[in-house]
């Protein structure tokens, strides 16, 4: 199956500042990726759809000035978490389509663990 | 609106028994991809096996089977001879066409056992 690979696969932050998490597709191009938010125990919500090119569509209740999303190209998307507090303190995980395969299976990056402080 | 479930929240077998999980969907549209995906300790979603809703045929991948009864709008996952390995959460998706979203069921935590 696609390879996805995201960057990094866990990082430490203070409260206030920034976290860019990069999503790549490695052996395909991806117009469109999804961005996953997993808590604990939880099963996984999406949080927006990102879109080569255009503005990201984000689900209800999700913050667009505080999740920021950029595809600039199409094999790589980026999350940036603004102005982090503890309760931003998540997995977080990416996943694209190969749109050369017949079905619309989504391949996912290994996840990002960010915790806040 | 589209839903995913998923009634057993946890199970336990005997090392190489086959187990059977559990998914039912609901949705109008007539065309649609469910999807089985295992997500280990590590925090990573593997993709299993995919079954569309055209498709005649119990998709198989392996050890792992979709039972899909399209009339019972059932999708359950079969895995033959389990392995300690395969202890991890299974969450059952649905998509509705390309470059739609996919949504998730709460998933199965399987337990394999020596």
């Known amino acids: 199956g696609a390879v996805v690979s995201q960057h990094p696969s866990r990082v430490i932050c203070k409260s206030g500042t920034s976290v860019k998490i990069e999503c790549r597709s490695l052996?395909?191009?991806?117009?469109?990726m999804f961005w996953y938010r997993q808590f604990p125990k939880k099963s996984l919500m999406l949080m927006a759809t990102?879109?080569?090119?255009?503005?990201?569509?984000?689900e209800q209740g999700v913050e667009k000035d505080k999740f920021l999303i950029n595809h600039a190209s199409l094999t790589l998307s980026t999350l940036t978490v603004t102005s982090a507090h503890p309760e931003d303190s998540s997995f977080y995980i990416c996943?694209?389509?190969?749109?050369?395969?017949?079905?619309?299976?989504?391949?996912f990056g290994p996840g990002t663990r960010l915790t806040v402080l | 609106a589209q839903k995913i479930t998923q009634t057993q929240p946890g199970m336990f077998v005997q090392e190489k028994e086959a187990v059977t999980l559990d998914c039912t969907y609901d949705?109008?549209?007539?065309?649609?991809?469910l999807f089985w995906y295992k997500q280990p300790s590590s925090g990573e979603m593997i993709f299993l096996i995919y079954?569309?809703?055209?498709?005649?045929q119990n998709a198989t991948e392996g050890r792992y089977s979709l039972n899909f009864q399209k009339a019972r709008k059932s999708a359950n996952l079969v895995i033959s001879a389990s392995q300690l390995g395969d202890s991890a959460m299974y969450f059952c998706?649905?998509?509705?066409?390309?470059?739609?979203?996919?949504?998730f069921g709460k998933g199965t935590r399987l337990h394999i056992l020596p």
């Open positions: 996943s694209a389509r190969d749109p050369g395969e017949r079905t619309d299976t989504q391949y």
């Open positions: 052996d395909f191009q991806a117009t469109t």
């Open positions: 990102s879109n080569e090119g255009s503005k990201a569509t984000y």
């Open positions: 949705t109008s549209d007539q065309s649609y991809g």
């Open positions: 079954q569309g809703s055209y498709d005649e």
């Open positions: 998706a649905m998509s509705r066409n390309r470059d739609d979203k996919i949504i």
